[in-house]
Nanobody, 129 residues
């Protein structure tokens, strides 16, 4: 059984930092793509960043490029999202998701939430101005 737990959300002032963690179990971590998505009230779910553990390739949405960094610790079955220079518009519930990765699909395609089979419960990130 696949089990995903996100942590690390919270309240931070604009310009601050948070590190989200996504701990997963029940599957071979290296064969999967892991994505971070966020959804703010009244807005559509947005693909923030993802990583293909098979080759380490990463993707970032333009809105977070240069501020967020995704990394993976395969030994711990954990993916991290380091978020720096946070802005009020980053406020949302952040979700971690897992999907089978293919070597033939570019990492940018994993920004599509439809490519993911398993989802965590979400963690709230609130950035105050």
């Amino acid at each position: 059984e696949v089990h995903i737990v996100e942590s690390g959300g919270g309240l931070v002032q604009a310009g601050g930092s948070l590190r989200l963690s996504c701990a997963a179990s029940g599957f071979t971590f290296a064969n999967y793509a892991i994505g971070w998505f966020r959804q703010a009230p009244g807005k559509e779910r947005e693909g923030v960043s993802c990583i293909k553990n098979s080759d380490g390739r990463t993707y970032y949405a333009n809105s977070v490029k240069g501020r967020f960094t995704i990394s993976s610790d395969n030994a711990k079955n954990t993916v991290y999202l380091q978020m720096n220079s946070l802005k009020p518009e980053d406020t949302a519930v952040y979700y971690c998701a897992l999907g089978a990765a293919s070597a033939y699909i570019p990492v940018s395609d994993y920004a599509d939430y439809l490519r993911y089979d398993y989802w965590g419960q979400g963690t709230q990130v609130t950035v105050s101005s």
